[in-house]
Structures are given as C-alpha cells and as structure tokens.
C-alpha cells in the first residue's frame, strides 16, 4: 500500500511541475548538435544584369518595350523600325536621360534565337551613313560610331554608335537641343560611349 501510494503522487504532479523538478532527462552535459534544415527550394542564379548604364542627367524613360510600341516613343525613324523586325529583333530597352540640353539615350535590341544581331547592327548603321554621317574613328574594339551636322560648321551635332554584345545590338545616341554647341555633345558622346563600353564590351558576355 505505500508503494500504491507513492506511485499515485507521482502521476498526480503536473507535468510542468514535473519538468521543473527533474528537467527534461537528457544528460546535461551532452553537447546539443544543431540541425540542419534542407532548403526547400534551392536558390537559382538571378537574371543578368541589363547591359546598360546610367546616363548622367534626368531620367527620362527606363523601360522595356515590344518592337511593334517603339513607334510611340518618337525615337526612331520608319525605315529604322522596319529593319529591327526585318533582322529578327524580338524586344528593346531603352534609357534616356538629358542633362544641360544634351539628349542621351542608350538601346538595347535583343534578337530573336534564329537571327542574327550583327545583321540589326549593320542594317542600322547603314542607314546612317546612307544619310551622310560620317564615320569616327578611332572608336572603342567592335563599335562603329558615325556623327552628323547640319553644316561643316553647324552648331549642333548628332552622334549614333552600335556594337553587338551576346544576343544584343547595343546603340549609343547623343543629340543636342537646338543652340546647344557641338563641343558639349561631343564631350557628354565620348564620356558615356567609354563608360557604356567599359562596363558592358562588344562581344560575349562572360
């Protein structure tokens, strides 16, 4: 009957009681190992970086774009239009900034799978010296660059360059104002053509 007794206070003792007064059971001198938790979803790489840099100056338009709504932004001609669908281009970013007068926009064509951007880089280039901008060089490796003026001694200038980087066509643009002076373009073109270049090159990306 004492043990009965003795057993029945024991089952009478709340649990918490319980653990307060002989703690969990484990040997405290055990070391706790942490577990380990597999990640659920394992992380994937992210996008690629956009192959665009910043222009100085206030931002005017950062946004991608289909081919067919370029027409809207008023930045191109016709014939420039027809020829990114005709070489298989499938999409465009574009990036336009203007800073003292100084327009600078900077383009992204990315091509279709089955097409070829060097042909969009041609096409587009071609049209250009159709027009009479002559060609600059020295210019940085794979980057055809050409200016124009109204007159040999206009004020104001215009500057369009193009190179293929992976599956893209990549386009330098740098216009002035009217009254704006030529020297200030061709300052503001050549910062952000080395900047553009530097960062993101002709070529393969690695």
């Not at 794979?142 to 124009?148: A, D, E, H, L, S």
């Not at 053509?193 to 393969?204: K, M, N, R, S, Y």
């Amino acid at each position: 009957m004492v043990v009965t007794a003795a057993l029945l206070a024991v089952l009478a003792i709340p649990p918490t009681a319980a653990w307060l007064a002989w703690g969990s059971g484990a040997n405290p001198d055990r070391e706790v190992q942490p577990t380990a938790l597999a990640d659920p979803e394992p992380r994937r790489p992210g996008p690629p970086p956009l192959p665009l840099v910043t222009p100085p100056g206030d931002l005017l338009i950062d946004r991608a774009s289909r081919i067919s709504a370029l027409v809207s932004y008023q930045l191109f001609s016709q014939e420039e239009l027809d020829e990114l669908v005709a070489t298989g281009v499938a999409a465009a970013h574009l990036r336009m900034t203007r800073e003292n007068g100084v327009n600078l926009l900077l383009s992204r064509f990315t091509s279709r799978d089955d097409a070829e951007p060097e042909k969009t880089k041609e096409a587009l280039d071609g049209i250009y010296a159709a027009g009479g901008h002559q060609r600059v060089d020295p210019a940085p490796a794979g980057v055809t660059v050409r200016r124009f003026s109204e007159a040999p001694d206009a004020p104001t200038v215009s500057y369009h360059a193009h190179y293929v980087r992976g599956r893209d066509v990549l386009r330098i643009d740098a216009s002035g104002e009217a009254g704006v002076l030529g020297e200030k373009i061709d300052q503001a073109f050549g910062s952000l053509l080395g900047e553009q270049t530097e960062a993101f090159p002709a070529g393969e990306p690695r």
